[in-house]
C-alpha cells in the first residue's frame, strides 16, 4: 500500500442553520480571490470498535468517495488525530490512503492498533455530506484555504435518522495571520455561530461517541483509596504510551518515542514503588514486558538524543571537519533506523497488543494482594550496570545445560527468565538493559544491515514464537483484594521512605572521586524517588511534589552527565572502524564529551544538598 499522505488540519467548525447563505467572500482579505468549486456529495462509513474506543480516545477512521463524482471517485481512507487548540482553531494531523472500500488495509489499521487492541474493527456509521466549497487563493495562485458548507444526512440502513448543517473553515500555512478572523467576521455577521469542534461522526453518534477513553485515571487527594492510587498510576503510564503510539509509527516527531518510553519507565518504576502491595505473578510479569518494550523505545530514543547532541556540537568545529562529521551522522543514522525497524516489529506483534490490554485491564482492576498477610517482601534492589549492551529485545539461545531456566547466548549464561540481564559490550548506542523473560523477541540486524518491515498480524493471527511472550496473568481475574478500599494515606508514605533510602546510602558510599557508574546508580535511584514521589503527591500534596521536584534537579544535572558518557563510548567504537578523517572529528568530539562530563562532576552536588535537606522529607 502507498504511503499516506499526511496533512496538519487547521480548522474551525461552525453551526448554521439549514437557510444559512455563504456570504461572498471575494476580497474578504484585500487580496484573497474566492472562487466556488463544484458541488460534492460524499459518503462516509466511519470505522470503529463495537464500543468505540477510537473516537473515545479523539481518533476517527473513515473511508469516503465521492458518489456524484461516479464510483470510485476520490476513494480512500482517512485516519484524524488528536489535535491540539491553536485559538479558535484545531490542529489536527489527518493522513490519508487512496483505495476502495472493504476490510481495513494493515497499514490504516496499524496507525490505530493501540486503540483498538484486540478489538473488531467494523463500520459504526455512515454519514452523507452535500458540500458546496469555496476556495480562496492569493492573486499567484497559491491556495489559503476552503470554506466547506456542509449539509450532513446522519443514515441509519436507508433511513434518514438525523440532519444537520455545518460551515468549516480550513486554512493553510501560508494564509496571511488576518484571514481566518476576517473570514470568520463574515460568517458570523451572515449568522453563523461557533460550533462544535468534534469530528461530524461523534455529532452524529451521540453521547455514546463522548464518553472518555478506556481507561479512567481517577483523581487524587486525601480521601484516596489504595486501589486509587495504584489504578492512577497505571492509567497514567498505559495511557502515555497509547497516546503517543500513532505518533512513534509515523516517525516524524521523536518526542512521541520520547513520551512512550517514559510511560514504560514511570509503569516498571510505579510498579517497583507499589510492589509490596501488588499480586507478585501479576507485577514481576508486566515488568518483564514492559521491560522488553522500554528496550525497543530506548533504542530509537538515545539514537535521537545522540543525534541532536552531535549535530550541535559539529557546529561548533572547524568546516574542514564537515565531510567526517557527515559521515558519523551517516552512521548513527544507520543504526538509529535499525533501530526503529525493530521497534515497528515490536509495536505490530499480539505480544505487545496483550501487554497494552492487561494494562488497561489493570487501571480498572488494580491487581493487589488480597490481604495484609499476602503482602510481598520488597524487590530486590539492583541497578543495571552502565557499560552493558542493550538490545531491542531479548535475543535467542538455547537453554542453559545448567537447568536453572535461563539460556545461552554466545557461550554466555543470560540467567533466568525474569531476570535482569547485561550483554557483552558491543556496537550499541543504548544504555538500558532488558529484562529477559519468556519467549524472546525479534533479534536485532546484523550491523550495515536493513530489515523490512514486517506486515501486522492479522487479528486472531497466531503470532511468531520469537513475539509471544510469556503468559501473563489478566489483573481481572485475580482475586479481590481487602487492601484496595484502605486509605492511601496510611500506607504510602513506607513505600517512598525505601527508595529515598537507597538515593542517600547511594550518595554516601561515593567517596571523593566517584567512578562513572557509581554517579549513573545515584541518577537511576534518584529518578526512582522521584517518580515514586509523583505517584504519591496526589495524595501526600506539597510535600511529595517538593521532592520530587528537588530530585529531579540532580537526576537531570546526573542525565547529561550519562548522555556525555554515552556519546564519548559510541565514539570511541566508531573511531576504531572509521576513515582518518570521521576518527579525527571522533577525537575532536569526545574532548568535548569529557568536558562537559568534568562540568556535570562538579555541578551536581549543589542540586543534592538542596534535595536533602530534612525539611523536604519529613513527611516520611
Given at each position: ?14 453551526d ?7 456570504p461572498e ?6 487580496g484573497?480571490v ?19 474506543r ?6 476517527t477512521?473513515?473511508?469516503?468517495r ?11 481512507w ?7 487548540a491553536d485559538g479558535?482553531?484545531?490542529?489536527r494531523t489527518?493522513?490519508s ?10 497499514d ?6 493501540a ?12 454519514l ?9 487563493r492569493?492573486r499567484d495562485g ?7 458548507d ?7 440502513g ?10 468549516e473553515l480550513?486554512?493553510?500555512d501560508?494564509?496571511?495571520d488576518e484571514l ?11 449568522g ?8 461530524k ?7 455514546r461517541a ?9 483523581p487524587l ?9 495504584v489504578?492512577?498510576?497505571?492509567g ?6 497509547i ?6 509509527r509515523l516517525g516524524?516527531?521523536?518526542?512521541h518515542?520520547?513520551q ?12 517497583r514503588?507499589?510492589?509490596?502491595l ?6 514481576g ?19 535521537d ?6 549535530r550541535g556540537q559539529?557546529l561548533s568545529l ?7 562529521a ?5 552512521r548513527?543514522?544507520t543504526?538509529r ?5 525493530q521497534l ?7 505480544r505487545?497488543?496483550?501487554?497494552l490490554?492487561?494494562l ?5 482492576h ?62 550499541s ?18 550491523s550495515g ?11 486472531g493471527?497466531?503470532?511468531?514464537a520469537?513475539?509471544a ?9 485475580l ?5 484496595a ?10 513505600l517512598v ?10 550518595v554516601d558510599q ?7 557508574e ?6 537511576i535511584?534518584a ?5 515514586a514521589a ?10 511529595a511534589?517538593?521532592?520530587a521536584?528537588a ?15 554515552v ?9 576504531a ?13 569526545i574532548?568535548?564529551?569529557r568536558?562537559?562530563?568534568e ?7 549543589k ?11 519529613r513527611?516520611?
Amino acid at each position: 500500500m502507498p504511503a499516506p499522505l499526511t496533512n496538519l488540519e487547521r480548522e474551525v467548525k461552525l453551526d448554521v442553520g439549514l437557510r444559512f447563505e455563504l456570504p461572498e467572500l471575494d476580497g474578504v482579505v484585500p487580496g484573497v480571490v474566492a472562487t466556488r468549486l463544484p458541488n460534492a456529495k460524499l459518503q462516509a462509513i466511519y470505522v470503529d470498535t463495537a464500543d468505540l474506543r477510537l473516537m473515545r480516545w479523539g481518533v476517527t477512521l473513515r473511508h469516503r468517495r465521492d458518489v456524484v463524482g461516479g464510483a470510485g471517485a476520490e476513494s480512500g481512507w482517512t485516519v484524524k488525530l488528536p489535535g491540539d487548540a491553536d485559538g479558535v482553531a484545531l490542529v489536527r494531523t489527518e493522513l490519508s490512503w487512496p483505495g476502495p472500500f472493504g476490510p481495513v488495509p494493515p497499514d490504516v489499521a496499524s496507525l490505530v492498533r493501540a486503540q483498538a487492541r484486540t478489538a473488531r474493527l467494523e463500520p459504526v456509521a455512515k454519514l452523507i455530506t452535500e458540500r458546496h466549497r469555496v476556495e480562496l487563493r492569493d492573486r499567484d495562485g497559491r491556495k489559503l484555504g476552503e470554506v466547506d458548507d456542509d449539509v450532513v444526512s446522519v443514515m441509519d440502513g436507508r433511513r434518514l435518522a438525523a440532519r444537520f448543517r455545518q460551515v468549516e473553515l480550513e486554512v493553510s500555512d501560508a494564509a496571511p495571520d488576518e484571514l481566518l478572523d476576517e473570514v470568520m467576521r463574515a460568517l458570523t455577521a451572515a449568522g453563523a455561530v461557533a460550533g462544535d469542534d468534534r469530528p461530524k461522526v461523534i455529532r452524529a453518534i451521540g453521547p455514546r461517541a463522548s464518553l472518555g477513553p478506556d481507561v479512567v485515571i481517577p483523581p487524587l487527594d486525601g480521601e484516596a483509596t489504595v486501589a486509587d492510587v495504584v489504578s492512577a498510576a497505571i492509567g497514567a503510564g498505559v495511557s502515555r504510551i497509547i497516546v503517543h503510539d500513532p505518533g512513534v509509527r509515523l516517525g516524524d516527531d521523536p518526542e512521541h518515542v520520547h513520551q512512550a518510553r517514559v510511560g514504560t519507565r514511570r509503569l516498571r518504576s510505579d510498579l517497583r514503588t507499589f510492589w509490596r502491595l501488588l499480586d507478585p505473578r501479576w507485577a514481576g510479569a508486566v515488568r518483564a514486558e514492559l521491560g522488553w518494550l522500554a528496550a525497543a523505545l530506548g533504542a530509537v530514543r538515545d539514537a535521537d538524543v545522540l543525534t541532536g547532541r552531535l549535530r550541535g556540537q559539529i557546529l561548533s568545529l572547524a568546516s574542514v571537519d564537515s565531510k567526517g562529521a557527515a559521515g558519523l551522522l551517516r552512521r548513527l543514522a544507520t543504526q538509529r533506523e535499525e533501530a526503529r525497524v525493530q521497534l515497528l516489529a515490536v509495536l505490530d506483534s499480539d505480544r505487545y497488543v496483550a501487554l497494552l490490554e492487561n494494562l488497561v485491564d489493570a487501571a480498572a482492576h488494580p491487581p493487589l494482594v488480597r490481604s495484609e498477610a499476602e503482602i510481598a517482601p520488597p524487590l530486590p534492589d539492583t541497578v543495571a550496570a552502565p557499560g552493558a549492551t542493550p538490545v531491542a529485545a531479548p535475543p535467542v539461545g538455547r537453554p542453559d545445560p545448567a537447568g536453572n531456566g535461563g539460556r545461552h547466548v554466545n557461550g554466555a549464561a543470560t540467567g533466568p527468565p525474569g531476570s535482569t540481564v547485561a550483554l557483552p559490550a558491543g556496537g550499541s548506542i543504548s544504555t538500558v538493559l532488558v529484562a529477559v523473560t519468556g519467549p524472546p523477541a525479534l533479534p536485532a540486524p546484523a550491523s550495515g544491515t536493513t530489515s523490512p518491515r514486517p506486515p501486522p498480524a492479522a487479528a486472531g493471527a497466531n503470532p511468531p514464537a520469537e513475539m509471544a511472550g510469556p503468559p501473563v496473568p489478566a489483573a481481572s481475574q485475580l482475586p479481590p483484594s481487602e487492601l484496595a478500599n484502605q486509605p492511601a494515606a496510611d500506607v504510602l508514605v513506607p513505600l517512598v521512605r525505601r527508595p529515598w533510602r537507597h538515593l542517600r546510602s547511594a550518595v554516601d558510599q561515593l567517596g571523593d572521586d566517584p567512578p562513572d557508574e557509581s554517579l549513573h546508580e545515584v541518577r537511576i535511584r534518584a529518578k526512582r524517588l522521584r517518580y515514586a514521589a509523583e505517584a504519591v503527591a496526589g495524595v501526600i500534596g506539597k510535600p511529595a511534589r517538593q521532592m520530587a521536584a528537588a530530585v529531579a534537579e540532580v537526576q537531570a544535572v546526573l542525565g547529561d552527565m550519562q548522555d556525555a558518557v554515552v556519546a564519548e563510548g559510541w565514539l570511541r567504537r566508531q573511531a576504531a572502524s572509521s576513515s582518518p578523517s570521521q576518527a579525527l572529528v571522533a577525537g575532536e568530539l569526545i574532548t568535548l564529551q569529557r568536558q562537559e562530563q568534568e562540568a556535570c562532576r562538579q555541578s551536581w552536588a549543589k542540586p543534592w544538598k538542596r534535595a536533602s535537606k530534612k525539611s523536604l522529607r519529613r513527611w516520611l
